[in-house]
């Protein structure tokens, strides 16, 4: 059991609406569980800290409030029930992964073997508890994976996603977006779109599903789906990268590349979501962005976040040394 948790309380504007979607994605992604409105839980972790701490300034930029508090629950609620609420609920993801990989005939296809091994990697990283189903996964994804053959036929190439009719969920934001621009510039430029309810989608047929439950393309491991699309189809291409940094940190909110322009990009991103209802019309709009956002990285060295400032930091003591 856990020694102590994370009490993440908030409350937040009425305005903007995309604040709502991100904080609830963050705290998700961490594994906290709601025990009251506004009130999240979570085993205490220097990771889960770090993440909560700079969520809380988002919080806080965008006019709302938020408090982190370490606690031990001594009345109405034990630490035993809170322990159970994510026990219970990571347990049986572990068992849901461990059915999955054992439903696999071996050789399984390496994308559903990426895709359930980020599942258990994002599992792993938030169980503090040690769930023993843990190992049960661990053992069903290892015996695909040391019966994976490396002949395995390779997936179809990009001419064999034209003219096709791209799927996602409405409502779309930064990930979609970015996705249906990369598929419109470097795979078919007269792709179509098609925009359905959140959920499960059976494709008809000329149809791919993208950043959607089940989609060809969607979140494997860590990637979000603009990451995928990017490997698969232009993975040489150093200012595409960069976009896709970028996207990263925008769409899953871990700092992982620390991209600077991740802010600034994001802001223009969902303003245009709010003010642009028609998801077609969005994904218009914004790909003037992507497009003018892709020619500023043209024939520039490909820093990564961390890289980059590394070069600012460099840049800026070679100029106090000139002017001593």
């Excluded at 770090?50 to 606690?71: F, M, N, P, S, Y």
């Excluded at 980020?118 to 661990?138: H, I, T």
């Excluded at 309810?197 to 494709?203: K, L, N, R, V």
Aim: charged share 30%.
């Amino acid at each position: 059991m856990a020694s102590s948790w994370l009490l993440f309380i908030h409350q937040l504007p009425q305005k903007p609406d995309y604040l709502r979607v991100k904080v609830s994605r963050q705290l998700r992604a961490l594994g906290a569980r709601p025990i009251k409105n506004s009130v999240y839980v979570l085993p205490h972790s220097d990771s889960a800290t770090t993440a909560l701490e700079k969520l809380i300034k988002d919080v806080a930029r965008e006019g709302g409030e938020a408090a982190l508090c370490q606690a031990r629950f001594v009345a109405g609620r034990s630490d035993e029930d809170i322990a159970a609420l994510f026990f219970k609920a990571w347990e049986a993801e572990y068992l849901a992964i461990a059915r999955a990989a054992e439903r696999l005939h071996p050789p399984a296809p390496a994308r559903t073997l990426r895709a359930l091994a980020g599942r258990l990697a994002r599992l792993e990283a938030v169980d503090q508890l040690g769930v023993p189903a843990r190992a049960l996964a661990q053992q069903a994804l290892a015996r695909l994976a040391s019966a994976r053959e490396p002949s395995a036929a390779k997936p179809p190439s990009a001419p064999s996603f034209r003219r096709r009719t791209w799927v996602t969920r409405r409502g779309v934001l930064i990930d979609r977006m970015a996705s249906a621009w990369l598929v419109r510039r470097f795979v078919d430029a007269k792709a179509r779109f098609k925009f359905v309810a959140p959920g499960a989608h059976e494709p008809a047929a000329g149809e791919v599903r993208f950043d959607m439950p089940g989609g060809e393309f969607t979140h494997e491991g860590d990637r979000c789906t603009f990451e995928v699309l990017f490997e698969r189809f232009a993975p040489g291409d150093l200012s595409l990268r960069q976009i896709a940094e970028i996207v990263h940190d925008i769409d899953l909110g871990d700092g992982k590349f620390g991209r600077a322009e991740a802010d600034g990009i994001g802001r223009a991103v969902f303003g245009l979501a709010q003010s642009t209802p028609d998801d077609r019309l969005r994904l218009e709009r914004s790909a003037a962005l992507f497009d003018s956002l892709y020619a500023s990285f043209e024939k520039k060295p490909a820093l990564g976040g961390a890289l980059a400032r590394s070069a600012g930091s460099l840049k800026r003591e070679r100029t106090k040394e000139k002017t001593r």
